[in-house]
């Protein structure tokens, strides 16, 4: 009982000298703060509103009792699954493990670097980097055939996207409000920049002029 006494009287203190710091803090802090914390939710809207608006198609083949595929977009990764093969038998003598995948990513349009890594079921690691142009509101597929030390990548084509109802509707609505974000941010971090070198000097010389001789 006396040990929970004391945490709640050292947690009290605690609060109340951060309080006390708080209030001694000059307006050009409080200022500086409160800006940041602007830049800071206009970034937030933005990355909201600017949703993906393509999607990419992934349609795997591989012989693999099991493995791992893993998928990069622009080097930022985006999909790790697990490959899962069975044994089946051609002309019902041949055993041979088939397995298949598919999967379908959201990303935004235009050029982007796709780079897909295969790590096999003996430890071995497969992998290949693409480039394509994805259009707003359309699908690419991506055809992979991952083999025991091999993997290749080929486009498929382009198909209208399931998102294109929606995109259709918030598209430019999106466009215009990510313009609109940018533009605001870029303001508030030019003021807030300005501010700063305005600012930091005469604080800087103030408290220097305050501080008593000896």
């Not at 939710?41 to 990419?56: E, G, I, R």
């Not at 083949?61 to 893993?70: E, T």
């Not at 930022?76 to 990513?105: C, D, H, N």
């Not at 091999?150 to 918030?170: F, R």
């Amino acid at each position: 009982m006396d040990q929970q006494c004391k945490a709640t009287a050292g947690a009290s203190q605690f609060w109340q000298k951060a309080l006390t710091s708080l209030r001694r803090l000059p307006t050009t802090a409080w200022i500086i703060l409160g800006l940041f914390l602007v830049a800071a939710t206009l970034m937030a809207f933005h990355t909201a509103f600017v949703a993906p608006d393509a999607m990419l198609r992934l349609k795997v083949q591989h012989n693999l009792r099991s493995g791992q595929l893993s998928v990069w977009v622009d080097g930022k990764a985006e999909y790790s699954g697990k490959l899962a093969g069975t044994v089946k038998r051609k002309f019902g003598l041949i055993a041979e493990v088939q397995g298949s995948l598919s999967e379908t990513l959201l990303v935004s349009s235009g050029k982007h670097q796709v780079r897909i890594q295969v790590l096999s079921d003996d430890g071995s690691v497969q992998e290949d980097t693409i480039a394509g142009e994805f259009a707003p509101n359309a699908q690419r597929i991506l055809a992979v055939v991952a083999r025991h030390g091999s993997i290749s990548l080929t486009w498929q084509g382009v198909e209208p996207s399931m998102a294109e109802s929606v995109s259709s509707n918030n598209g430019w609505l999106g466009r215009y409000a990510g313009s609109l974000m940018m533009t605001v941010v870029g303001s508030v971090v030019s003021a807030l920049a300005g501010y700063m070198i305005r600012e930091l000097p005469k604080q800087i010389a103030s408290r220097r002029g305050n501080v008593p001789e000896a």
